[in-house]
């Protein structure tokens, strides 16, 4: 089985650089992503990352260390439209590519 | 491209009864999932489908949850009967590659 932890809720201000941290243990691991799910709409993709190190993409970049089952979501420059839940799923190693979600960390911006 | 599709986008039944969800995924997506999203929690998967055929239903509680999807494309999600703990949405995505998945908006369902 999976267990994935991330921090319930974060708050920061516009402009701000906020990091979303999740921590993962996994019988197998085939990679990690994160999604933005805005309040009352679905789950939208932001970022995978299959080998150590960070993607950059735009003012959002995602790390991850898999002898640490560790991964950062780097939120940079908020906007108050970045407000929403961010969520962190690990892949297993099947080859359906089946996720488990960790239960998602509200951020709030605040003007 | 058009996204995926779920109808009804609401739906409120009493416990007991039974009801049904519909899900239409981006064409030429081969696979499709049927994810439950309780509230302040993340989606969990019921079931998934690789083109008709099911390849994990292990969180899927056969007694009263079914779900299937004919030719490949479209897939139906049941309850029968429905319970209290019910409540939440349902979300359907679909997978060209078994790599990212597209979510569609969702049904809430409210069981009272």
């Known amino acids: 089985g999976q267990n994935i932890d991330q921090p319930t809720e974060m708050t920061a201000t516009e402009g701000a650089i906020v990091q979303i941290n999740c921590t993962y243990q996994?019988?197998?691991?085939?990679?990690l992503f994160w999604y933005q799910q805005h309040a009352g709409e679905a789950p939208t993709f932001l970022s995978y990352n299959v080998l150590d190190g960070l993607e950059e993409k735009g003012r959002f970049s995602s790390f991850l260390s898999r002898s640490k089952g560790y991964s950062y979501l780097l939120l940079k420059e908020l906007q108050m439209k970045d407000s929403a839940s961010y969520l962190c799923?690990?892949?297993?190693?099947?080859?359906?590519?089946?996720?488990?979600f960790g239960a998602g960390t509200q951020v709030v911006v605040t003007p | 491209e058009a996204g995926v599709a779920q109808s009804p986008r609401y739906k409120i039944i009493e416990k007991r009864q039974s009801v049904a969800f519909w899900c239409n995924p981006i064409s030429g997506h081969a696979t499709l999932y049927w994810y439950q999203q309780i509230l302040g929690q993340g989606p969990k998967l019921l079931i998934q489908?690789?083109?008709?055929?099911?390849?994990?239903d292990s969180q899927l509680p056969k007694d009263r949850f079914s779900a299937e999807r004919l030719k490949g494309v479209d897939s139906t999600l049941k309850i029968q009967p429905a319970k209290l703990e019910d409540s939440a949405v349902y979300l359907c995505a679909s997978s060209k590659d078994a790599y990212e998945q597209y979510f569609g908006p969702g049904t809430r369902l409210t069981v009272t």
């Open positions: 489908f690789q083109n008709n055929g099911v390849v994990d």
């Open positions: 996994t019988s197998g691991f085939n990679g």
């Open positions: 799923a690990v892949k297993a190693t099947d080859s359906w590519g089946k996720l488990q």
